[in-house]
């Protein structure tokens, strides 16, 4: 944590915003806040400069075309990457995750150049995954099992360099066949699930703050999220 407060990124959400993503930026204050701990959060559109000060950086989802436009104006502008080398926090999901990978489809499954930050490359699946996904933590992270909604038609493999965020219980999750869903690699986390993806998995909000401030924080009272999360995990897994 850079000074007495997380500052929070929300990048671009006039073109990676397609799934309620601001939902994570939310979540990631009142957790905050619970703790006593002072936030703010910037919403950058794109044509503005990436700050070079973030604790936390947010990438949503969004169609092709924004996708593309945020992969080249993310580029030019160099300050999400030098982020990621001061070890900052990245979360960034469906084409946010992409985007932040070496490589992903574009409009014709065409490689386009991403920002290179996570080992991963995406290209086009051969059909859509949509529905309710389910998967189990890598056990370093100490993160209970995570819910989420995919809608995506990305295959994307990890490279030896990040590792896979969870192993897929139900749904497609990366889409490359391996039974994976999402990557991470240092402070750097991507994922296909919405949801949004933190208010479904507060302990995953939890990680990330942890990793901004450096150091463990106090638990919470079980809230609204940690039911919604077993109701969305009963959901999907009880035998029907």
């Given at each position: 944590?850079?000074?007495?407060?997380?500052?929070?990124?929300?990048?671009?959400?006039?073109?990676?915003?397609?799934?309620?993503?601001?939902?994570?930026?939310?979540?990631?204050?009142?957790?905050?806040?619970?703790?006593?701990?002072?936030?703010?959060?910037?919403?950058?559109?794109?044509?503005?400069?990436?700050?070079?000060?973030?604790?936390?950086?947010?990438?949503?989802?969004?169609?092709?075309?924004?996708?593309?436009?945020?992969?080249?104006?993310?580029r030019?502008?160099?300050?999400?990457?030098?982020?990621?080398?001061?070890?900052?926090?990245?979360?960034?999901?469906?084409?946010?995750?992409?985007?932040?990978?070496?490589?992903?489809?574009?409009?014709?499954?065409?490689?386009?150049?991403?920002?290179?930050?996570?080992?991963?490359r995406?290209?086009?699946?051969?059909?859509?995954?949509?529905?309710?996904?389910?998967?189990?933590?890598?056990?370093?992270?100490?993160?209970?099992?995570?819910?989420?909604f995919?809608?995506h038609?990305?295959?994307?493999?990890?490279?030896p360099?990040?590792?896979?965020?969870?192993?897929?219980?139900?749904?497609?999750?990366?889409?490359?066949?391996?039974?994976?869903?999402?990557?991470?690699?240092?402070?750097?986390?991507?994922?296909?699930?919405?949801?949004?993806?933190?208010?479904?998995?507060?302990?995953?909000?939890?990680l990330?703050?942890?990793?901004?401030?450096?150091?463990?924080?106090?638990?919470?009272?079980?809230?609204?999220?940690?039911?919604?999360?077993?109701?969305?995990?009963?959901?999907?897994?009880?035998p029907?």
């Amino acid at each position: 944590m850079s000074s007495d407060r997380i500052k929070i990124v929300w990048i671009y959400p006039d073109l990676l915003s397609t799934y309620g993503d601001q939902g994570n930026t939310i979540v990631l204050e009142r957790r905050a806040a619970l703790r006593d701990i002072p936030t703010e959060t910037v919403h950058l559109r794109s044509d503005e400069p990436v700050p070079d000060d973030g604790d936390i950086y947010l990438l949503g989802g969004g169609e092709d075309r924004p996708q593309i436009l945020a992969a080249q104006r993310l580029r030019a502008d160099g300050g999400l990457t030098g982020a990621a080398r001061r070890n900052a926090v990245i979360f960034a999901v469906c084409a946010g995750y992409q985007i932040i990978g070496h490589e992903f489809g574009g409009e014709e499954g065409q490689p386009l150049p991403g920002l290179g930050i996570l080992d991963i490359r995406s290209g086009r699946g051969a059909q859509r995954a949509v529905g309710e996904v389910v998967g189990d933590v890598a056990a370093e992270l100490n993160v209970p099992r995570i819910t989420g909604f995919e809608n995506h038609q990305g295959a994307t493999t990890i490279g030896p360099d990040a590792r896979p965020l969870a192993k897929v219980v139900s749904g497609v999750g990366n889409g490359d066949g391996q039974g994976f869903e999402g990557a991470y690699a240092g402070h750097t986390l991507g994922t296909y699930m919405h949801g949004p993806a933190l208010v479904r998995n507060p302990a995953l909000a939890d990680l990330l703050l942890t990793w901004a401030v450096g150091m463990e924080l106090p638990p919470l009272q079980p809230s609204w999220s940690e039911r919604l999360r077993e109701e969305r995990l009963n959901a999907v897994l009880t035998p029907r």
